[in-house]
């Protein structure tokens, strides 16, 4: 009995711990130094959501001319946070501030960037009923798109996520090829098939315990791989080629809760199935000090996949 009470406090300490990339933990490192200045152009907001019947909190990043150019639009990165965390991860973490200092180095163009709440929702319609994807597919974007100077097409459109958020990111992208330009995700939480504890199996019990009852209660397979980015790529295969939605998505080697092998499982999956992308296997662990490391390939990839001609539109 004593055995399994500790089993259970290490699985739902390492739960914490992965729900919150970048948190002080065994292996985890020091969170990154790029705090968000006084000067940082991050401001918050909210919308009421038809599809999940209340209140969408977001955090949105304006280009430094948007107050100055008043007749430009935008393309719109929207950023998917990991688990425990919210709108204010994007911030708080350090990201924004790693965006602006690359804008002012020229490696990178202008464009709006903004960060939904997300729970810890994986951003699927849950079986349950709790409709994040809805939220962000039908919501997020045409509210965005109607109150902001966005572009407003799919050339002006990207998505992106970590962890957590990684796993949306290419879910929705893969559900919905068309809306997008580019997808990239970073470190993300992917599982080849639904995760089945038995016996021993502390990764499989710990997997399990992090998608919690999103997929069902049990979890229902067929709804699980209706919502997994391994299954989409297949059923939605001719779709998501259609499209030419481009794809980038890396971890890193010593991702402390394995998602480095899954990762290449499905880069290797993409592969087999003809499907365009580019993948990384770089040096680190996981979470938003190993994204911030690498950042600068997954934001040049996305900024050149907005085509040229959405980058700076003006006129109403």
Known sequence: MASRFALAAILTCAAFVIACPGQTGPG???QSGLSPGAD???TYASFHSASLDKDLNYAILLPDSYNKDTKRRYPVLYFLHGMNGSER???????????????SAGKIGE????????GNSFYINSKPGVRYEDAIVKDLIPYIESTYRAIGTRNG????????????????????????????AHCAALFPELPKPSGEDRRAQFLAGLIGRIFGDPPDDNYF???NPFDLADSN??????SGIKIYFDVGDQDRYGFTQPNKAFDEKLSKAGLAHEFHVFPGGHGWEYMISVADHSYEFLWKNFPATGQARTGL
């Open 225 to 227: 791989k209706a919502n």
């Open 28 to 30: 985890a490192g020091p």
């Open 40 to 42: 940082s152009r991050v």
């Open 237 to 242: 295969l001719a779709a998501i080629k259609k």
């Open 157 to 184: 459109r990207a998505i992106q996520g970590i962890s957590m958020g990684g796993f949306g990111a290419l879910m929705i992208a893969f559900k919905h090829p068309e809306m997008f330009s580019s997808v990239t």
């Open 111 to 118: 464009f709006i960037i903004v960060s939904p709440a997300g």
């Open 89 to 103: 991860e994007f911030e708080r973490r350090g990201v924004a501030a790693a965006v602006e200092k690359m804008e």
